[in-house]
């Protein structure tokens, strides 16, 4: 079954220590992305990838940092999370980059940095 | 990315029609129009798209105007499923993300 893949689903941590949130794709697609949904504020980008070894920063990339070491693979690593930074994430896919592509998303990783 | 006017709520009947309107008067000649939705504790799902003619797939169909400046969703016949937020979004042809705006609660009553 195509899809997009997170762990953990959900994640209880502490202020500053450090945290990966996987994400995985079965599509061979080239694009992947991060979105982070918080209530009043909908979802914002944090970071995307064109492709392998390509990441740049979306509207809210503070705090973030990514990874593409492999097509499918786009980790999501919070070096030293704090407390706003609890938030609800997902990683979303698609084949390219352009805005005719539909986007796959995650099942969200809900987490909460006490 | 141009922005776009979609109401905060409505209401539907399970098994009837549902007409999502959205507005987008800055609209540029190269932006998709895209919908997406998102059912409770779940991620966005990607429902439709379309450029300048109407559309349909076996979720919904988008009926784009003649300008372009304003679109429709249309659930044929809605179901319980359907209650969601639905996202009416326009994307550049270049460019790499959805901008979500708050988008339209569909609340779908038995």
């Known amino acids: 079954e195509a899809q997009v893949t997170q762990n953990p689903r959900y994640l209880i941590t502490v202020t500053g220590k450090k945290l990966t949130v996987t994400c995985s794709q079965n599509?061979?697609?080239?694009?992947m992305s991060w979105y982070r949904q918080d209530p009043g504020l909908g979802l914002r980008q944090i970071y995307y990838?064109?492709?392998?070894?390509?990441?740049d920063k979306g509207d809210v990339p503070e705090g973030y940092k990514v990874s593409r070491k492999e097509k499918r693979n786009f980790p999501l690593i919070l070096e030293s999370p704090s407390p706003n930074q609890t938030s609800l994430y997902f990683c979303?896919?698609?084949?390219?980059?352009?805005?005719?592509?539909?986007?796959?998303f995650g099942p969200g990783t809900r987490l909460t940095v006490l | 990315d141009a922005k776009t006017t979609q109401p905060n709520s409505m209401e539907s009947n399970e098994e009837e029609p549902v007409h999502l309107p959205c507005n987008h008067s800055?609209?540029?000649?190269?932006?998709?129009i895209h919908w997406y939705r998102q059912l409770p504790s779940q991620g966005p799902e990607y429902v439709i798209h379309?450029?300048?003619s109407n559309v349909n797939n076996r979720m919904a169909s988008l009926a784009i105007a003649e300008d372009r400046k304003s679109s429709t969703l249309i659930l044929h016949r809605a179901t319980l499923r359907d209650a969601a937020v639905y996202y009416c979004?326009?994307?550049?042809?270049?460019?790499?993300?959805?901008?979500f705006g708050s988008g339209t609660r569909l609340l779908v009553r038995p």
């Open positions: 979303a896919s698609s084949l390219l980059a352009g805005g005719y592509n539909e986007q796959f």
């Open positions: 599509m061979n697609h080239e694009y």
């Open positions: 990838s064109m492709n392998v070894e390509v990441t």
């Open positions: 800055t609209i540029s000649g190269t932006d998709y």
């Open positions: 379309g450029l300048t």
């Open positions: 979004i326009l994307r550049d042809e270049s460019s790499y993300k959805l901008i």
